[in-house]
């Protein structure tokens, strides 16, 4: 069984998340994973929850006590709705919400807490790659986690693969892959993430070391996500 995990980032509204899911055949052996805006949250779970089908956050706060902290989301309030799995430090809150190695790992602790399973997101830039750094940066951005007795599950996404159509080669997938695992002495998952789609998956998914793929952009059709689901 692979993780094929769909990431809407700031897409979509009622009518097309329920249009989606209607049109999603999920019919496939590997666990879905589905990462919608906040609002839905709530009536995805009621609606579209199933034992292969899991709703998922796409970020949280990492404060875990109730307080001041006007337009944020905890822990608790996605476990109050049934949200099993969260994404954590995707590159774009990375970027935009300026959240750093500390703080993915404070919003990991907080998941874990209401035993909610994070994703939790780290890649290089291209100019980190083109520099030949690409796994120091990456050891950086899981150091934290080391001590960890967890099982992780870590999605490898280049910043340089997000939404551009370019996908690392095989060898550069499996080489962070290992990578992120031997840094572990429990079982660690990675997922691969950027520029997935129904073309590249078969053979993103038979790669060693990779247990299921993060999708963005491709996810929003439902047809080509389901093609990717049983790929
Ligand atoms: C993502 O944003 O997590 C992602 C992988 O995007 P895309 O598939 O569009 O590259």
């Known amino acids: 069984m692979k993780i094929i995990a769909a990431n809407f980032k700031m897409n979509g509204d009622r009518e097309f998340i329920d249009n989606w899911f209607q049109n999603f055949n999920a019919d496939t052996e590997n666990l879905v994973i589905v990462g919608l805006p906040p609002i839905y949250l709530e009536s995805s779970v009621q609606n579209f929850n199933k034992s292969n089908i899991k709703i998922a956050g796409q970020n949280v706060s990492k404060f875990n006590n109730p307080g001041a902290y006007t337009g944020q989301m905890s822990s608790a309030m996605l476990n109050d709705v049934g949200v099993e799995f969260c994404i954590v430090g995707h590159s774009e809150a990375r970027e935009h919400l300026c959240e750093d190695n500390e703080s993915v790992y404070e919003k990991y ?72 695992k031997s840094y572990f002495s429990q079982q660690v998952t990675v997922l691969y993430g950027g520029s997935v789609n129904s073309k590249n998956s078969s053979e993103i998914l038979n790669m060693n070391n990779i247990d299921g793929v993060l999708v963005g952009g491709a996810s929003l059709n439902a047809e080509e996500f389901a093609n990717i689901a049983q790929s």
């Open 109 to 180: 602790n907080c998941l874990k807490s209401f035993s909610i399973t994070p994703i939790v997101c780290i890649g290089e830039s291209l100019e980190v790659r083109e520099a030949n750094n690409h796994l120091h940066f990456i050891s950086d951005q899981i150091e934290k986690f080391s001590t960890n007795e967890d099982k992780i599950i870590f999605a490898y996404e280049p910043i340089w693969a997000i939404g551009s159509g370019l996908v690392p080669t095989q060898e550069e997938i499996e080489e962070m892959s290992s990578h992120i």
